[in-house]
C-alpha cells in the first residue's frame, strides 16, 4: 500500500509495522524510518521518492535529487522501489508546455540516479490527466483516480460514471404562487407547485452551494433544486414529474432511466471540481437512517 502523503515522526512505528510504502518527502522521516526497520529486523521497507517538479507541495528539490537518492540507497533499512512526481495543471490546455517541461526534469533525474548506478525499479508521473493527455508521462507505472471513477471528461476518454448520490422523497406539498421556501425565503414560486422534500443536505455533504441552482432527476426527469440547502433537507420542485409522491427515488448525481446528472456537470455548475462532491458524499446506512441518502 503506497503512502502518497506526507507522514509525522511518529507514524514511522505504524508504517514499518504494516509494511506500507510512504513517499518520502524529507529525510529526517526516511532515517528515522531506517533506523526503526533495522532494529525491527525483517525485509527493509519499501520506500518511494518524490520530487517536486512543479507542484509546490511535497517532494524533495530536483537540486538535491541526486543526493537523496544516493543517501536512501545507503540505508540497509530500506528498499528504494519507485520515484514520482505529482501534475498540477496536465489538464488544462494552457498546462500543456509546464507539463511536458516536468516529464522531462523527471526524465533527467532518472537518467542521472541509472548513471550513478542505483536502481530504482518503478518511475511513475501520470494522474489521470496525464494518462489521457499525455501518454509520455506513462513510464513503468500510472496512478488514475478521478477516471475510476468515470469523473473526467476528455476526448479520447469513453468513461461511465461510476458514482450515483440518490436520496427518496419523504413528503409533497402544494403551494401557490407567490409562497416563499426555505431558509432566508430566497425562493419564491411563480406558479402554483408541487414541492418534494428530500432527508439530505450540507451535513452529507450536499453543497449548500445547490441552493437555488442544483437539479435532481424525479421520475427520469429534471427537478430544479428551490429555495437554500438545508443541513439535512432538500426541496425539489417537481410539478413538471407528474406523480411523484413520498417514496420516490431521487438522483441527484447519476442516471435515472435515460436522464443522467455528471458529477462534471454538477461541479461546473458549482464552480468546483468532481472531485470535491464525491469526497464530500458520504454513505450513511440505511438500516441507521431509514428513507435517507445512499451513496454507491
Known amino acids: 500500500m503506497l503512502v502518497l502523503g506526507a507522514l509525522l515522526p511518529e507514524q514511522a512505528p505504524e508504517i514499518v509495522e504494516h509494511r506500507f510504502e510512504p513517499a518520502l518527502s524529507d529525510l529526517d522521516f526516511a532515517r528515522r524510518l531506517d533506523e526503526i526497520s533495522r532494529r525491527r529486523g525483517g525485509p527493509p521497507i519499501g520506500v518511494h521518492v518524490k520530487l517536486d517538479t512543479g507542484m509546490g507541495r511535497f517532494g524533495f528539490p530536483l537540486e538535491r535529487a541526486l543526493d537523496v537518492f544516493c543517501e536512501l540507497a545507503g540505508l540497509r533499512g530500506l528498499r528504494l522501489v519507485g520515484a514520482m512526481m505529482h501534475f498540477p495543471s496536465a489538464d488544462e490546455p494552457d498546462g500543456v508546455g509546464f507539463t511536458r517541461a ?3 526534469a523527471f526524465l533527467k533525474i532518472r537518467e542521472a540516479v541509472a548513471a550513478a548506478g542505483i536502481r530504482v525499479p518503478l518511475w511513475h508521473a501520470a494522474n489521470s490527466a496525464g494518462i489521457l493527455l499525455h501518454p509520455e508521462s506513462h513510464l513503468d507505472a500510472v496512478r488514475p483516480g478521478l477516471a475510476l471513477y468515470g469523473g473526467i471528461q476528455a476526448a479520447s476518454a469513453k468513461l461511465r460514471q461510476a458514482m450515483t448520490l440518490k436520496t427518496r422523497i419523504v413528503l409533497v406539498r402544494d403551494f401557490p404562487a407567490g409562497a416563499t421556501l426555505g431558509y432566508g425565503r430566497t425562493f419564491r414560486t411563480a406558479r402554483a407547485s408541487r414541492i418534494a422534500a428530500l432527508p439530505i443536505g450540507y ?3 450536499f453543497s449548500r ?24 433537507a432538500v ?11 413520498a417514496g420516490d427515488e431521487v438522483v441527484l448525481y447519476g442516471r435515472q432511466g435515460e436522464a443522467e446528472i455528471s458529477i462534471v456537470e454538477a461541479a461546473e455548475r458549482l464552480g468546483t471540481i468532481p472531485y470535491e462532491l ?3 458524499a458520504h454513505r450513511a446506512r440505511a438500516e441507521d437512517f431509514p428513507g435517507s441518502q445512499k451513496y454507491e
Open 235 to 245: 426541496l425539489v420542485d417537481v410539478t413538471d414529474a407528474p406523480g411523484a409522491a
Open 102 to 104: 516536468q516529464i522531462g
Open 278 to 280: 464525491m469526497t464530500s
Open 203 to 205: 451535513a452529507d455533504g
Open 209 to 232: 452551494a445547490n441552493s437555488n441552482k442544483g437539479q435532481a432527476l424525479v421520475r427520469g426527469r429534471r427537478a430544479p433544486i428551490v429555495g437554500r440547502v438545508s443541513m439535512d
